[in-house]
C-alpha cells in the first residue's frame, strides 16, 4: 500500500520559516523514482490548491504566491520530498498535502497524505 506521509507542520509567526517532510511509505524504488511529487494546501472555506511540484527529472513549478520564498525538493534515497518556507504569512495558513504520481502502474491512481497543519500569526 502506497501512502505519502507528511511531517514538519506547526504555528510559526508572521517572518519565520518551516520546513515539511513527506516519507512515500509502500513504493518501491524504481517507481518512486520515476513518479512526480507536489504539495497542495487548503485553506478554511478554500479549494484545494498547488503550492509545488518536481518532477522525476527534478524539474519544478511553484504557484505565484510562493515563488520565491518557498523551496521544494526531493530525495529519492529516502523516497521523500521536502517544502522548505520562509518567510511565512498569516495567508500560508493552510492544511498542506503530499501527493505522490507514480509514472506506471497501480491504474493511473495519485497517492495522498493526510495532511499537515501551518498556521502563521501575524
Known amino acids: 500500500q502506497v501512502q505519502p506521509v507528511e511531517s514538519g507542520g506547526g504555528f510559526v509567526r508572521a517572518g519565520g520559516s518551516l520546513k515539511l517532510a513527506c516519507v512515500v511509505r509502500?513504493?518501491?524504488?524504481?517507481?518512486?523514482?520515476?513518479?512526480?511529487l507536489s504539495w497542495y494546501r487548503q485553506a478554511p472555506g478554500a479549494q484545494r490548491e498547488l503550492v509545488a511540484e518536481?518532477?522525476?527529472?527534478?524539474?519544478?513549478n511553484y504557484a505565484d504566491s510562493v515563488r520565491g520564498r518557498f523551496t521544494i525538493y526531493r530525495d529519492n534515497s529516502k523516497k521523500s520530498v521536502s517544502l522548505q518556507m520562509n518567510s511565512l504569512q498569516p495567508e500560508d495558513t493552510a492544511v498542506y498535502y503530499c501527493?505522490?504520481?507514480?509514472?506506471?502502474?497501480?491504474?493511473?491512481?495519485?497517492?495522498w497524505g493526510q495532511g499537515t497543519q501551518v498556521t502563521v500569526s501575524s
Open positions: 501527493k505522490f504520481v507514480p509514472s506506471y502502474g497501480y491504474n493511473g491512481k495519485h497517492f
Open positions: 509502500g513504493s518501491i524504488t524504481s517507481v518512486f523514482n520515476s513518479g512526480d
Open positions: 518536481i518532477t522525476s527529472g527534478r524539474s519544478t
